[in-house]
């Protein structure tokens, strides 16, 4: 119902930026909250932001706020998490992902999200 498609990773020097994109297509309707997850190897996958569709009311994780900021636009249907100060912990496969129904676990879980996309790597050089 929900297609997911990430862009904007790469290769960043610390202190640097990165911007994300993830492009929603599909039911994007149905979706009322959107986040970004992070997994680096030998690690959990953990939150890092999320956003409510229609209200822009967001989240982020304590290691991040004050450097990444989530938006969307809607207009788009696109999701933006802009990364400034990079450091080399954020390095990881960022996804993007979707919640379409509630399932209760809030938008900080994983396991609120119904759909997710592919996933892009973002490295950060020391």
């Known amino acids: 119902q929900v297609q997911l498609v990430e862009s904007g990773g790469g290769l960043v020097q610390a202190g640097g930026s990165l911007r994300l994109s993830c492009a929603a297509s599909?039911?994007?309707?149905?979706?009322?909250?959107m986040g970004w997850f992070r997994q680096a190897p030998e690690k959990e996958r953990e939150f890092v932001a999320a956003?409510?569709?229609?209200?822009?009311?967001?989240y982020h994780a304590d290691s991040v706020r004050g450097r990444f900021t989530i938006s969307r636009d809607n207009a788009k249907n696109t999701v933006y998490l802009q990364m400034n100060s990079l450091k080399p912990e954020d390095t990881a496969v960022y996804y993007c992902?979707?919640?379409?129904?509630?399932?209760?676990?809030?938008?900080?879980?994983?396991?609120?999200?119904?759909?997710w996309g592919q996933g892009t790597q973002v490295t950060v050089s020391s």
């Open positions: 992902a979707a919640a379409t129904k509630l399932r209760g676990w809030g938008p900080r879980s994983p396991s609120e999200y119904d759909y």
């Open positions: 599909g039911r994007t309707f149905m979706s009322y909250a």
């Open positions: 956003i409510n569709w229609s209200g822009g009311r967001t």
